[in-house]
């Protein structure tokens, strides 16, 4: 396996080729598919005149969100040029000022330390390369009191898969790691870390947390193939997304 460095290369050039194809998608006040949104959780609290930060910012929709709410100072970053211009470009034509920066969340020592409010990312912090690296540079750079908000896709969602006619595990739960994987015709790098991994190191960075969200909302209406990856049925199963906020003390 690639040391970070090559690994982060390779996201970036991943996330450059595939940038079109996440326009809008995964931003707040959605948390990711069948997850009950922020619209319903209030985890976010006031918004207000808040300094927030968004870590993989993507297309800048959740920051244009959060903007609406009326955050008084917004940034955003992320690993990927064509996310960081397509973000800059929607904030501008919503005659919006922003801070939103091209760097990898692994190296965010150009941001200011003990200065955000809010700290938030939606559906971006599992593609960490280095959790524990991530964690310690986010509690950096919040207040005292300050929150940290992410929501990422469950681990268990990868692992079961439907297969003649049944659900089925496909690999172990346990199995942590990076693999590599050929994700929307791109070579990518991504990492199983299960529930008990996240919260730990949550916990060795410093973080009280508060709380965490393991629920799925599926319409009655949901008429997906149990087949596709995100599915209602699989959804009624196990939760597709996992959401937790957490205090800087
Ligand atoms: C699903 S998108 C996030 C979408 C975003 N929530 C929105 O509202 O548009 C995930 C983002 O994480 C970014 N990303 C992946 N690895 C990263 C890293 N190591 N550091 C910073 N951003 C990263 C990708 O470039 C991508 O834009």
Redesign the pocket.
């Known amino acids: 396996m690639q040391d970070q460095k090559e690994m982060?290369e390779i996201?970036?050039a991943g996330?450059?080729e595939v940038?079109d194809q996440?326009?809008?998608?995964?931003?707040?006040p959605q948390y990711g598919p069948y997850a009950p949104t922020e619209d319903e959780l209030h985890l976010l609290g006031e918004v207000a005149g808040k300094t927030v930060l968004?870590?993989?910012?993507?297309?800048?929709?959740?920051?244009l969100?959060m903007a609406s709410r009326g955050a008084g100072d917004v940034w955003g970053?992320?690993?990927?040029t064509t996310?960081v211009n397509y973000?800059k470009e929607l904030l501008q034509e919503n005659r919006l000022t922003g801070n939103i920066q091209q760097?990898?969340?692994?190296n965010i020592d150009d941001l200011p330390s003990e200065y955000f409010d809010i700290v938030f990312?939606?559906?971006?912090l599992g593609?960490?390369?280095d959790m524990a690296r991530?964690l310690s540079n986010i509690y950096k750079r919040l207040k005292n009191g300050g929150v940290l908000v992410f929501s990422w896709e469950h681990p268990i969602q990868s692992r079961l898969m439907y297969e003649d006619d049944k659900m089925t595990y496909t690999q172990s739960y346990h199995s942590e790691g990076p693999y590599k994987v050929t994700w929307r015709g791109v070579p990518v790098i991504m990492h199983h870390r299960k529930v008990s991994t996240i919260l730990n190191k949550l916990s060795n960075a410093g973080f009280f947390i508060e709380r965490v969200i393991e629920e799925s909302r599926v319409p009655e209406t949901d008429e997906s193939s149990p087949t596709t990856w995100y599915s209602g049925m699989k959804a009624r199963l196990s939760p597709p997304t996992i959401i937790i906020k957490c205090i800087k003390k």
């Not at 996440?22 to 707040?28: E, R, S, T, V």
């Not at 990312?121 to 971006?124: C, I, L, N």
């Open positions: 982060l996201n970036k996330w450059d940038a996440y326009f809008g998608i995964h931003a707040l968004e870590i993989g910012c993507g297309s800048g929709h959740s920051l969100y970053i992320d690993l990927s996310q973000a760097m990898s969340m692994e990312s939606v559906y971006a593609w960490t390369v991530t």
